[in-house]
Each structure stands twice: as C-alpha cells, then as structure tokens.
Antibody, heavy 123, light 111 residues
Framework: QVQVVQSGSELKKPGASVKVSCKAS????????IDWVRQAPGQGPEWMGW????????TYAQGFTGRFVFSLDTSVTTAYLQISSLKAEDTAMYYC????????????????WGQGTVVTVSS | QSALTQPASVSGSPGQSITISCTGT?????????VSWYQQHPGKAPKLIIY???NRPSGVSNRLSASKSGNMASLTISGLQAEDEADYFC???????????FGGGTKLTVL
C-alpha cells in the first residue's frame, strides 16, 4: 500500500536551516511527482511547488524561490525540502503529497499526503 | 489571503445537508475542470474527497458530491454525520503565476 512518511517536528532559530524528508513507498517512486504544500497556523494550504522524480527538476511557486530547495534521493525513494535563512513567518506545517496521476498526465489533485512536519522558527 | 474564497464556517444537524461554496475566477475555477476538495480533521493531513470537479476517490462516501458552475464550485454533504465535522478546502488549477491555488477553508460543525 502507498505510504508517505515525513520526518519529525523541528524547532529552529531564525537564520538557521532545516531539511524535511518525505519517504514514499508502495508504488514506483519515479512515476509520480512529489509536491510540497505549506499550511500556516489557522490558514488554508499554500502550494509550494513540485519536483520531477525522474529528472530531479524542481519547480517553485511564486514566493518559494531562493530559500527553498526541493531535492531527491531516489535510491531511498525520498524527497527533501530544505529551507535556509529561516524566518519566523516560515513557522508552519509542511506537507509532501503525491498527485493522483502519474507524471505527464494532468490531475492537479493529491491522493496521498505525508503526515506533515511542523517547523517552528523561534529565538 | 487565499486565492479561492470559501465561507469561514457552516453548520448543520445530523441527517441534514450542507453545501460549501468555493469562488474563484475564470483563471482558476471557471477556466478548467481541475477543482478538488479536501477534508482535514484537527491535527491530520488533508484527505482528498473530490477531484476533477465531481469525481470521488475510491472509498469516499457517496454522501459527498460536488459540482461547478461558472467560477464557483460547490461541495455538498448529505445525511450529515458527526464524523463529517472537519475543515474543508477547495483547490484549483490556475493559469496565473501559481498553478495551484487553495481556498482558505471552511469549518463544518455538526450540531
């Protein structure tokens, strides 16, 4: 069965970096993209972008360029989100999610989500 | 400020039906048929309940239905049950700078 498991909560100081992992299993990892979604406390989700798991090519949404990096280690079917120069406003729940359809087929919906990783930025 | 507009809250009694609206523009909701809906219980990840405007994933109750008219999408839950109490988010493909946009969410309370 498909599973998407993220790394645990993180507490970081402003200016530090954090790397969140997202391990997928139960399907062919390189057939589906991995998308990242941020949800700040009490707010709706915000799409951050996606990574092509075949090529490793990332695409970032507006507002998530520069300090945000998506990466992969296909040998362990894991995607990563790294955020550098952390700010208080980065405090949020971060989710990775798998699209409904394989890459190359439009779906724009996510049927498997990680459990979320809370990143708290506080001095 | 979310790109899609949803009512902050709706409520209904067990057995009743409720509808949650999701208003966008011709660049997102009204422009294509890639509207999805998610249910989120407190402390849990979102769960896909509707994709491509009105399709239910396997295992999702047929008490849930959805549709779209113009720039507004709607989610209807009939025969309300206590377990339906959750936050509901709509999501749409967009031709604007960010290709996927979400609503701010609607809190459903089952009275």
């Amino acid at each position: 069965q498909v599973q998407v498991v993220q790394s645990g909560s993180e507490l970081k100081k402003p200016g530090a970096s954090v790397k969140v992992s997202c391990k997928a299993s139960g399907y062919s990892f390189t057939d589906y993209a991995i998308d990242w979604v941020r949800q700040a406390p009490g707010q709706g989700p915000e799409w951050m972008g996606w990574i092509n798991t075949k090529t490793g090519n990332p695409t970032y949404a507006q507002g998530f360029t520069g300090r945000f990096v998506f990466s992969l280690d296909t040998s362990v079917t894991t995607a990563y989100l790294q955020i550098s120069s952390l700010k208080a406003e980065d405090t949020a729940m971060y989710y990775c999610a798998r699209p409904v359809a394989r890459m190359g087929i439009r779906s724009h919906a996510f049927d498997y989500w990680g459990q979320g990783t809370v990143v708290t930025v506080s001095s | 400020q979310s790109a899609l507009t949803q009512p902050a809250s709706v409520s209904g009694s067990p057995g009743q039906s409720i509808t949650i609206s999701c208003t966008g523009t011709s660049s997102d909701v009204g422009g294509d048929n890639y509207v999805s809906w998610y249910q989120q219980h407190p402390g849990k990840a979102p769960k896909l309940i509707i994709y491509e405007v009105s399709n239910r994933p396997s295992g999702v109750s047929n008490r849930l239905s959805a549709s779209k008219s113009g720039n507004m999408a709607s989610l209807t839950i009939s025969g309300l049950q206590a377990e339906d109490e959750a936050d509901y988010f709509c999501c749409s493909y967009s031709t604007r700078s960010t290709p996927m946009v979400f609503g701010g969410g609607t809190k459903l309370t089952v009275l």
